[in-house]
């Protein structure tokens, strides 16, 4: 017996709506998937199109060195600082030996901005650290960072575009990216260059506070590549 054209369309829509439940089931299943891995999960963004400085920045689930979620967008209102790290770098531990980092750390979260530290070395790196590991080094450096995620799969560092540990990027309570660089403006691994520096996160945090453009929106970020899975 054939359909007829009322029954097919009903038959199509059907089908249709189907499809799409069992795509939105699909998602919400990877998402819980890689959050329970201890993975990261970027939410609706071309994993290929770093975000430039004035555009929106992309939104992302991640697990931290205690094994609590956090998602970018749970955040919107405040600015967020995102801070690339690696304790095997050289450049990152000029930054946190000498308390600068420390320092620029709870300088921001004083003023109520979030601070997430996030490590993108893949797991089979020599110089990687296991999620205890990590936050038992970050806790011997006095560091003050809200939370310090997971993303060894370099799903988040690659969506960004971050290239090096240390690089910096601050997000705008709108959810725009206001600032991407490097921590400051001498390109060494000498300590003792750190007070002749600009320090470019507090410049760019003191100026946004004060109602006032950032300056310097844009820099050269300096340190060791990131170490991204294969």
Not at 99 to 124: C, F, H, Y
Not at 134 to 163: H, N
Request: glycine letters at 8%.
């Amino acid at each position: 017996m054939s359909l007829s054209p009322t029954s097919d369309s009903r038959s199509l829509r059907a089908a249709r709506h189907a499809r799409a439940a069992l795509s939105r089931a699909s998602r919400r299943a990877v998402v819980a998937a890689a959050v329970a891995l201890g993975g990261a999960f970027l939410m609706g963004t071309n994993a290929f199109a770093a975000p430039a400085v004035g555009q929106k920045a992309p939104d992302f689930v991640a697990v931290d060195t205690t094994g609590a979620k956090h998602k970018l967008s749970d955040f919107a209102g405040k600015f967020v600082v995102l801070e690339w790290t690696n304790p095997g770098c050289p450049f990152v531990r000029k930054h946190y030996g000498s308390g600068n980092m420390p320092a620029t750390q709870k300088a921001a979260t004083d003023k109520g901005v979030v601070w997430l530290a996030i490590n993108s070395t893949e797991r089979a790196a020599s110089d990687y650290l296991k999620a205890d590991a990590l936050d038992a080094w970050m806790k011997s450096q006095s560091a003050a960072p809200t939370a310090v995620l997971m993303d060894e799969d370099g799903v988040i560092g690659q969506v960004y575009g971050a290239r090096t540990t240390p690089h910096i990027f601050i997000i705008d309570p709108k959810g725009t990216l206001v600032y991407a660089g490097g921590i400051d403006s001498i390109a060494s691994a000498r300590a003792d260059d750190i007070k002749t520096a600009t320090n470019y996160v507090n410049q760019a945090l003191g100026e946004a506070f004060g109602g006032k453009p950032i300056s310097a929106s844009t820099t050269r970020p300096y340190g060791c590549s990131i170490k991204y899975k294969a």
